[in-house]
């Protein structure tokens, strides 16, 4: 990120923004995934792990990323632990 676009904000190409949803929505229809999954996922793990102090709550994290490498898509699930 170079001092310009820090000062002035970068702008984010709209087409790559819809590609990237589309390619999301597609991703779940293609898995029979309802549209909101992650969030549901992120929402319901947030309900479990709220009962144990150990875990920062607010900072939990659940993303489905394409692994390029392998052709893959993968669920990703961060947990972390309070400081």
Known sequence: MG?????FGKKRSSAKEAKKRLMMVLEYERK???PNFAEKLKDDLIEVFSK???????RIEVEIKRNIEYNTEELWISIP???
């Open 3 to 7: 001092i310009f676009d820090f000062l």
């Open 32 to 34: 029979k995934l309802p």
């Open 52 to 58: 144990y102090p150990q875990f920062a709550v607010d």
């Open 81 to 83: 632990f309070k400081d």
